[in-house]
């Protein structure tokens, strides 16, 4: 009897997990690959996508959840998602993973790479799914990394000019930077996180920056980036921009050598020190 074990590898729209779908391209021929489309993606992952699907010769699969942001952003009562509560990643991306592969014998094949063995990624808990980490194993690094890009004429998504990682527009984990290259990129979809904030603020009763402030010190988030609303944030763009550019320009002298993304990743480090979704960020 034929082996029914499903081999699958999920495919952020970042840089290490595209790197991991190539690499396993002809060592796995069967492989099924996939993608959490929670609706909310930058337009530059979905254009990524559309030509990784062009070089791995397969169609990768969108999950979706069963609803979309705006449903789940009802259903936790306008509660902003946040590293405390991260309802996005449980409903809008491990659910939709788990609800795929179903009961069957499965073997996951996991983004992280050989320097960053330490790391945690989403690793399911399910008794019929096998985690396997090839970078690990087989010593890949960020050069390697990099190598099979380039090797395969692919590079980098566009917004890695601006951004550190794949992940919704208005994800939490984005640096002040990061926030301020959302708004001169996507001024669209600034807007639309600025409405969702300003909804979250309208409900609560927050009215105001000194109200919002007291009641920030008491340990609710209701603002997307910490400590401040995304109208805020804009008011600080040019220092916001003058510290990040200060960071680069420092680790640039500190290393010389290094290519300007991971100079890039350094300063957008510097300027908050949060960690990434452990779905989004592979």
């Known amino acids: 009897m034929a082996d029914q074990t499903r081999h699958i ?3 952020s729209g970042g840089k290490d997990s595209s790197a991991l779908a190539l690499y396993l391209r002809d060592r796995v021929p069967q492989m099924e690959y996939f993608f959490c489309d929670t609706g909310a993606e930058l337009p530059e992952t979905y254009e990524f996508l559309t030509r990784l699907e062009v070089i791995l010769g397969k169609p990768i699969a969108r999950l979706n959840s069963e609803r979309g942001f705006d449903h789940w952003f009802e259903v936790f009562r306008g509660a902003l998602p946040s590293p405390q509560m991260r309802w996005c990643t449980k ?3 491990i659910k939709p993973i788990e609800a795929w592969i179903g009961d069957e014998p499965a073997v996951s094949y996991v983004a992280i790479r050989a320097d960053e063995a330490n790391r945690k990624g989403y690793i399911s808990t399910k008794p019929n799914i096998e ?3 090839p970078f690990v194993e087989d010593g890949v690094d960020h050069d390697g990394v990099m190598k099979i890009l380039d ?5 980098l998504p566009d917004y890695y000019e601006w951004r550190t990682r794949s992940g919704c527009y208005f994800c ?16 669209e979809l600034y807007e639309r996180a600025i409405a969702i904030e300003q909804k979250v603020l309208l409900d609560a ?8 402030s007291e009641r920030a010190m008491a340990g609710r988030q209701y603002t997307w980036s910490g400590g401040e609303t995304l109208v805020q944030l804009r008011t600080r763009r040019q220092e916001i921009l003058d510290k990040h550019h200060a ?10 050598s290094i290519p300007v993304l991971e100079a890039l990743v350094g300063a957008l480090d510097d300027d908050d020190d949060t960690s990434a979704c452990v779905v989004c960020a592979l």
């Open 9 to 11: 590898c999920g495919i």
């Open 91 to 93: 409903v809008m991306k």
């Open 131 to 133: 985690s396997r980490f």
């Open 151 to 155: 090797d395969a004429g692919i590079g």
């Open 172 to 187: 939490f984990y984005q640096r002040k930077a990061e926030w301020v290259g959302l708004a001169e990129r996507h001024p």
């Open 205 to 212: 009763g927050v009215n105001g920056d000194a109200d919002f």
């Open 247 to 256: 960071s680069m320009e420092r680790i640039h002298e500190a290393r010389r």
